[in-house]
């Protein structure tokens, strides 16, 4: 393990490219779902866009292992199991038309999201196991790191450590932010330097 002294590690959240379900605006947490023929034509076509990188975490789910494959070609991803997406519960699998007349849907709705998915996770639980993970990676990581992760993931690891909404850091697939990693014995800081993964962005 690293020792805790003054560092800085350069860090790319990335969230998977795209799944059937991604484009049929599906609820989409717990069930192992692959990439579509679009999802993995999108994440080739902007490649370039993506930095090299000398450590790679994945979540261990199929749809992010394949973007690790294909974004980060030479790299064997390190899997944390901390990182799978969020159990939507009763709503897995399912739209917004399917779940709109559905009052347990409404309710959660009204709250914000902060209450937790029928038979699935709470918001706190699924924010407290991701940053479980990345307090794990962190003590792994080396030179520039990439994390290719779901979209609930980079939400909860970013508005934990840089402030703001949970809301606030939604990013479509294939896209992510590029942060510095501060740590020494004392703290850990996150603060982001930058978008990634859009057309005419560094």
């Avoid at 998977?16 to 049929?24: A, C, D, I, L, V």
């Avoid at 699998?93 to 709470?122: A, H, I, Q």
């Avoid at 924010?127 to 307090?135: E, M, Q, T, V, W």
Wanted: aromatic share 10%; proline share 3%.
């Amino acid at each position: 393990m690293r020792h805790w002294t003054d560092n800085k590690i350069e860090i790319v959240f990335v969230r998977h490219g795209k799944t059937k379900s991604n484009f049929e605006r599906r609820y989409t947490g717990r069930n192992d779902e692959p990439l579509c023929g679009g999802g993995v034509i999108e994440l080739m076509s902007k490649r370039r866009l993506y930095p090299k990188a000398d450590t790679v975490f994945s979540s261990p789910m199929k749809r992010c292992l394949q973007t690790a494959e294909i974004i980060c070609p030479e790299s064997s991803p390190i899997i944390i199991d901390e990182w799978k997406e969020i159990d939507f519960g009763d709503f897995e699998g399912k739209t917004f038309d399917e779940l709109k007349n559905d009052l347990r849907y409404k309710c959660w709705l009204e709250s914000g999201g902060r209450t937790p998915f029928p038979s699935g996770e709470s918001r706190e639980e699924f924010i407290k196991r991701s940053l479980d993970g990345f307090y794990r990676a962190a003590c792994l990581a080396k030179g520039r790191t990439m994390a290719i992760v779901h979209g609930g993931t980079i939400m909860s690891v970013l508005s934990s450590l840089c402030g703001g909404d949970y809301f606030d850091y939604q990013v479509k697939n294939g896209e992510g932010y590029e942060c510095l990693l501060y740590t020494d014995k004392k703290r850990l800081e996150l603060e982001i330097i930058g978008r990634l993964g859009r057309e005419g962005k560094d």
